[in-house]
């Protein structure tokens, strides 16, 4: 999710990433998933030098907290950034990002829109509305960088109703201009993403790359107000397009959930939470350039409910836990263009 990273040294950075990310687990992450203390939905952390920073909506505004580990965010003071002085009404779901030492807020309000500063909490512009391409209901919007360009990943409607959410991608020219045509990459089609409907839910994508460089886009599916609430993935292939809908490979179930039905074979259900989704992978600056390396377990951050806690929006926490790469997946599909296997990296998290 920042950009312009030069490749000199990449070696050296990858390393003290690394180091740095394991020295955080080892002292500030706590080994378990953990209830914060934040009664909060849709959790957007990233790691900027040794300070973790995060962004919520407080109805009709957005917040910023600011601490050493992402447990002490939620005793953190929330600083207010921005506030609806133009009577957008619902605004929820913010999301932080840094590009050019630049922070970028992208919120939703039925369509998406943008704040930025240079300081983390302070100093916003006005908002911004997005001109995506057909100018649809859109919501959960997050910007990142691979092959070289700026990529921004949505939750939209196809029309003007209410039927399902779907995955979109288009290319950006700057933090804040969309370029070219909107182009569907995932609906929710699987029987374990149509679980829960009206309308059915493929939404909160967050990119990260794998240890072989490909990108996946995880995602939440069946509805935030049903315990059923999960994450899936999508594995883009090796060199492929990411606006071609048919170079990604969508894992065959949930990846993190608490209903077993849906959970992909040989992933487990939740011990300790429903509903677990719309996560936020804790990485240096925000940047899918500085994804995780095979092997450790690394910072994350969702919310969900906890078990034996009737399950509502109102119940919701934000939670810290963890996640690592697991190698040698396939993901199959059938009855559509291209190979009906793809193998290579998924995820596990942990709660």
Known sequence: MTFSRRFAGAAAFALSFVLAAAMSLSSAEPARAEQTGLRAADPSVLRVGSTYVSVESTGGGIAVRQASSTAALASAPARQVWSDTGGLGEVWAPEIVRDGGRYYIYFSAHRMYVIDSAAPDSGYSAGTKLALADDKWAIDGTLFTFGGQRWFVWSGWEGDSNVEQNLYITRMSSPTTPTGARYVISQPRESWERVVGNPFINEAPEAVKDPNGQL????????????????????????????????????????????????????????????????????????????????????????????????????????????????????????????????????????
């Open 216 to 351: 996946h886009i995880t995602y939440s599916a069946n509805g935030s107000w049903s315990d059923r609430y999960c994450l899936a993935d999508l594995r883009l292939r090796a060199g492929g397009d990411p606006t071609y809908v048919w170079d990604w490979y969508k894992s065959n179930g949930c990846l993190f959930g608490s209903d077993r039905a849906t959970m992909m074979p040989g992933w487990d259900p939740t011990l300790y939470v429903d509903g677990p989704g719309h996560h936020s992978f804790v990485l240096l600056d925000g940047d899918i350039a500085t994804s995780p390396p095979a092997g450790p377990r690394f910072p994350l951050m969702f919310h969900a409910v906890a078990k034996g806690t009737p399950y509502s929006w109102e119940n919701r926490h934000w939670y810290t836990g963890t996640f690592s790469w697991w190698g040698d997946i396939t993901y199959s599909r059938a009855n559509v263009p291209g190979d009906p296997t793809s193998t290579g990296w998924s995820l596990k998290f942990f709660e």
